[in-house]
Nanobody, 115 residues
């Protein structure tokens, strides 16, 4: 069974940094697409960043220049480096992957940006 597990969330002050990690297990299929989403309280889920095949790398305008998505194919691990965090970045962050069999989601990790 495919498992997608996020980690690295927490409480950070404005201007601080966090690195979210997404580990995938239970599959030998090639991970074609990787997405990071977030859902802020009372808001819809939004895509933050992605790496797709083909297609390349995408970062939402709201995080461009502050967040960086990366992928380590050898380790089936994806990361989201978040710098210069703002209170409006507070949300539950979700990792999602796509293989030829379908899409899989993690349970999410809470990121809170507050002084």
């Amino acid at each position: 069974q495919v498992q997608v597990v996020e980690s690295g969330g927490g409480l950070v002050q404005p201007g601080g940094s966090l690195r979210l990690t997404c580990l995938v297990s239970g599959t030998t299929d090639r991970i074609l697409d990787t997405y990071w989403y977030r859902r802020a309280p009372g808001k819809q889920r939004d895509m933050v960043a992605s790496i797709t095949t083909p297609g390349g790398t995408y970062h939402a305008d709201s995080v461009k220049g502050r967040f960086t998505i990366s992928k380590d194919n050898d380790k089936n691990m994806m990361s989201l480096q978040m710098n210069s965090l703002k209170p409006e970045d507070t949300a539950v962050y979700y990792c999602s992957i796509g293989t030829w069999r379908g899409n899989y989601w993690g349970q999410g990790t809470q990121v809170t940006v507050s002084s």
